[in-house]
């Protein structure tokens, strides 16, 4: 295994980690519903892409889930 020939400097680690930061994902406006959502991806929050409902809103399993847990309640 290599093991490393002198100490690495303060100063060299330190501006090695200035480059280790997080960068933001690239974040574009829902056409639909103005919302933020990743490019080329259908929209979290409406569902949409290219003006075609994908997949199931926020909206939409919030109310699934209450639905859910009403039933839930029911039964018991
Ligand atoms: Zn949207």
Redesign the pocket.
């Known amino acids: 295994m290599g093991v490393p020939k002198s100490k690495r400097s303060r100063m060299r680690a330190r501006r090695t980690r200035a480059h280790l930061t997080i960068s933001l994902p690239n974040l574009e406006r ?6 933020y ?1 990743l490019p080329h991806r259908a ?6 892409y290219r003006g075609e409902k994908f997949i199931k ?1 926020a909206q939409e399993i919030r109310e699934e889930r209450a639905k859910k847990k009403e039933e839930r309640e029911q039964k018991t």
């Not at 829902?30 to 919302?35: A, D, E, R, T």
């Not at 929209?43 to 949409?48: D, F, K, P, S």
């Open positions: 829902c056409p639909n519903c103005g919302s959502k929209c979290q929050e409406c569902g949409y809103s």
